[in-house]
């Protein structure tokens, strides 16, 4: 009786195992996520906005105040309340490309805009070009000379929003226009 006990113990010892190692081996997985690929030609006296002003994830305060991106980049607020979240925000970049030493005026097409969104509107000001030294842009336009010998150049803008006490959630965006002209 004892053998015929420990066969039997053996056997369902011998089952569970193969069961474990067939429902407790995880399956294969294969996964596929599509991505983009892009490239952009670039003519000569020509330009193109590669990076979009990005003011980044906010959380407004009781009071208004101001988020303003900086041409390298940096994010600040200047209302201690307002709460600067993550790090999406940026400059945009353009590129371009005219003849070394060329003229170029550069100049927006309004002083303002607006982004909208789910609550009131925002307004988007002091639009600011990546020079040295940084210069505000406005709709008059400022004469710039391209420096590379390659007649190939990059330059950012960063600008400043004025965010609403209690500004509703959600996103907002809008358009602005520059505009370069090659002398």
């Not at 209302?79 to 945009?92: E, R, S, T, Y």
């Not at 550069?106 to 002091?126: D, E, F, R, W």
């Not at 390659?150 to 907002?172: C, D, E, H, M």
Request: proline share 5%.
């Amino acid at each position: 009786m004892n053998g015929a006990i420990f066969l039997r113990l053996k056997k369902s010892a011998a089952i569970f195992c193969a069961s474990a190692a067939i429902f407790g081996a995880a399956p294969a997985y294969a996964d596929v996520e599509p991505t983009d690929s892009r490239a952009v030609i670039i003519r000569p006296l020509s330009f193109i906005n590669y990076e979009d002003l990005n003011f980044g994830k906010i959380i407004p305060a009781t009071t208004a105040g101001t988020v303003t991106v900086a041409t390298n980049g940096t994010r600040s607020t200047n209302n201690a309340n307002i709460i600067l979240v993550g790090a999406d925000h940026q400059a945009a970049s353009f590129t371009g490309q005219g003849t070394f030493n060329q003229r170029v005026d550069i100049s927006l097409g309004a002083n303002t805009i607006q982004i909208t969104g789910p609550g009131a509107p925002m307004t988007v000001q002091t639009f600011t070009i990546g020079s040295t030294p940084s210069v505000v842009l406005t709709t008059t336009p400022l004469r710039f000379r391209i420096a590379s010998a390659s007649g190939i150049f990059i330059f950012t803008v960063g600008a400043r929003l004025n965010v609403g006490a209690n500004q509703a959630p959600g996103k907002y965006s809008g358009t602005w226009n520059i505009t370069l002209d090659y002398q």
